[in-house]
């Protein structure tokens, strides 16, 4: 029996993503009623500024602080359990479940 992941509330764990991009739109479709332009706020250049200077503090963030870690992560728990996970599980589905001696 194939059942769907199911997130807290028992609804499909897919329930979620759609939620957020129904929220979105409607977001936007309530700003653009009361007039307000999206685009026009994007290029204002306090805006501009704004976002330019956060992009650089989260690139210093990343390039000093948050590189390292992430490696580490990357290459010992993501390669090394999941990937090998996956292709040993691969392997063994090739076998027809019979473990290899």
Do not use: C, H
């Not at 999206?38 to 590189?67: A, H, M, Q």
């Not at 090998?84 to 290899?100: A, F, I, R, T």
């Amino acid at each position: 029996m194939n059942q769907t992941p199911r997130g807290n509330r028992g609804l499909p764990a897919q329930a979620g993503i759609i939620k957020m991009i129904v929220i979105i739109v409607i977001a936007l479709i309530v700003l653009g009623y009361f007039g307000y332009n999206l685009r026009e706020i994007i290029n204002s250049p306090d805006v501009s500024e704004n976002l330019s200077y956060s992009g650089g503090l989260l690139t210093k963030l990343w390039d000093n602080f948050l590189v390292a870690p992430a490696t580490w992560i990357w290459d010992n728990i993501i390669i090394d359990i999941v990937w090998n996970g996956l292709q040993s599980l691969l392997q063994l589905s090739k076998n027809g479940g019979v473990v290899p001696q």
